[in-house]
């Protein structure tokens, strides 16, 4: 069902991104990765991994290993929440996953050199492009998959990503920016996409902080939706290649349904599902969700079900 959205894709969209990872596929990673004896346990051995993103900013992340592996081993990165610090990603990796959970600039580890708060975050250098906080948000989640394809464990052609609102709109982002390099991905209740619609939509946080920032700065309204516009989950969408599949709850008031229809409408995708929970709200019908996304993901980076196997 395709609804009418006010987004509107810049003309130098795409020149705007590829400039943006041609500079931040310039810099080193400079990865490290320390096992925690006391997180790991006998089926997941578990890592804390530090590595460089834009801006000169070092980023955190969980990584997890199962602990006994044959082979190179598909894998998952973990996206998080607006208001979410990553959890430790053990559970997939006893399914069988090397598994990464990120936590971009401002969260929790990777908050010594950058951290505007939440409220905050959302419109911190909101009117220009170059230094809006997600420019390096979206790179710090880049990185993350850069790191999973860098290790000698993972099979770098069965990388996944998954996440659920803010973790679901980085799962957008970054499946359009890294595009054929990724595997498959699954976003629940996306956020970050329709951010003009959104606020018109509703009037719950995060993304009532754009109607704040609106109302303190009127004369901003302009540039504010010019910088929006490069960071619009909905102008990511046509550069997604990947199987993927969204799941929206229809009474969801943070992440308005009508925002998600309008992403998966512009999923170049041909291979896209689109699950909506009727009775929902943010959290995307997740009790029931989540068999349908590990069989998506046991198909598609294990080769579970195909024809020709892993």
């Excluded at 607006?82 to 598994?99: E, F, N, S, V």
């Excluded at 997600?134 to 860098?150: K, M, Q, T």
């Amino acid at each position: 069902m395709a609804l009418p959205t006010s987004t509107v894709r810049p003309d130098d969209f795409d020149p705007f991104w590829e400039g943006v990872l041609a500079a931040a596929d310039r810099l080193p990673l400079n990865a490290t990765m320390e096992r925690l004896p006391l997180r790991s346990d006998p089926k997941v051995d578990v890592y804390e991994v530090h590595y460089d993103s834009l801006d000169g900013i070092r980023i955190a992340g969980w990584y997890c290993l199962p602990t006994r592996r044959h082979g190179p081993l598909p894998a998952l990165l973990q996206l998080p929440g607006y208001l979410q610090d990553p959890p430790i990603p053990k559970a997939a990796a006893r399914d069988g996953y090397a598994t990464f959970g990120a936590a971009p600039r401002g969260k929790l580890r990777s908050r010594a050199q950058f951290d505007p708060g939440y409220p905050g975050l959302l419109t911190d250098n909101i009117t220009d492009r170059n230094t809006y906080t997600y420019r390096g948000f979206y790179i710090d989640a880049v990185r993350a998959f850069d790191f999973l394809r860098s290790r000698p464990e993972v099979r770098p052609d069965r990388i996944g990503l998954t996440g659920s609102s803010q973790g679901g709109g980085l799962t957008i982002a970054v499946a359009g920016l890294r595009g054929e390099q990724v595997r498959a991905a699954s976003a629940g209740a996306p956020y970050l996409c329709g951010f003009m619609d959104a606020i018109r939509l509703t009037r719950t946080y995060p993304y009532q902080e754009i109607g704040d920032y609106l109302r303190t700065f009127p004369d901003s309204a302009d540039a504010v939706r010019d910088t929006l516009g490069y960071f619009d989950g909905i102008c990511f969408g046509p550069r997604i290649s990947c199987p993927i599949i969204v799941n929206l709850g229809l009474q969801d008031n943070i992440c308005p349904p009508e925002t998600g229809y309008s992403l998966f409408d512009a999923i170049g995708s041909p291979d896209k599902k689109l699950y909506p929970y009727d009775g929902c709200g943010h959290d995307a019908g997740r009790a029931l969700h989540e068999p349908v996304v590990d069989a998506f993901f046991a198909t598609h980076l294990k080769g579970e079900g195909e024809e020709n196997g892993a």
